[in-house]
């Protein structure tokens, strides 16, 4: 089975410039989560979704940041305006919709921002 | 603020002796925990688990302890060896109603040979 595909892996851009985080989660699961891993914060998670809807938003730093889930099988997170400290490694992971219990990651995207 | 706190950033340990990796979480809700493991390049993968109605999990060479008086989980690996060389994260959520993972900051496992 394939497991959660995130792209792209790695994203080196300016600042000032838009930028659009890709991941598909494992077909079944329900559940779809957004984090953010730096030095300082750990992982933190940025926003979770069920069956597609946002559940909480609460960590997304700015409103700088939107994620969609369009669809079961998609879903994208945006920075515009990116700025430096934007840089981190973003990673996305699914669960089955069963309650809590094991998350499955991508091997997430490192963006850079110059 | 920090809910879930591993405040060692890094262990170093020699091969074959125990790592005993440490959490304090905050939040009295929380009623379920997880510890993942990660590599370099390469997204956390889950470890162990333990649900607030125990007070240890074992999986070989893994376990986990629960003090939810003290708010305070373990994890003890025995005997440690190179290839558990890794940054290990725990994670807690609340069963009431949410799965919201909360992340600490992670710890860094070296097991020197």
């Known amino acids: 089975d394939a497991g959660v595909i995130q792209s792209p892996r790695h994203e080196v851009t300016e600042m000032g410039q838009e930028v659009t985080l890709r991941c598909k989660p494992i077909s079944g699961h329900d559940y779809l989560f957004w984090y953010r891993q730096t030095m300082m914060r750990g992982l933190e998670l940025l926003i979770y979704f069920n069956n597609n809807v946002p559940i909480d938003d609460s960590g997304m730093p700015e409103d700088r940041f939107s994620a969609k889930m369009p669809n079961a099988s998609f879903s994208t997170l945006k920075i515009q305006p990116s700025e430096p400290r934007d840089s981190a490694v973003y990673f996305c992971a699914s669960s089955y919709p069963t309650g809590p219990g094991e998350l499955f990651f991508g091997e997430g995207s490192r963006l850079t921002v110059l | 603020d920090q809910q879930v706190k591993q405040n060692s950033p890094s262990l170093s340990v020699q091969e074959g002796r125990i790592s005993i990796l440490n959490c304090d979480y905050t939040?009295?809700?929380?009623?379920?925990f997880l510890w993942y493991k990660k590599y370099p390049a390469e997204g956390p993968t889950f470890l162990i688990s333990i649900s607030s109605i125990k007070d240890k999990n074992e999986d070989g060479r893994f376990t986990v302890f629960l003090n939810k008086s003290a708010k305070h989980l373990s994890l003890h690996i025995v005997p440690s060896q190179p290839g558990d060389s890794a940054v290990y994260f725990c994670?807690?959520?609340?069963?009431?109603?949410?799965?919201?993972?909360?992340f600490g900051t992670g710890t860094r496992l070296k097991v020197l040979a």
């Open positions: 994670a807690a959520s609340g069963t009431s109603g949410t799965y919201k993972y909360i």
């Open positions: 939040n009295s809700m929380f009623d379920y």
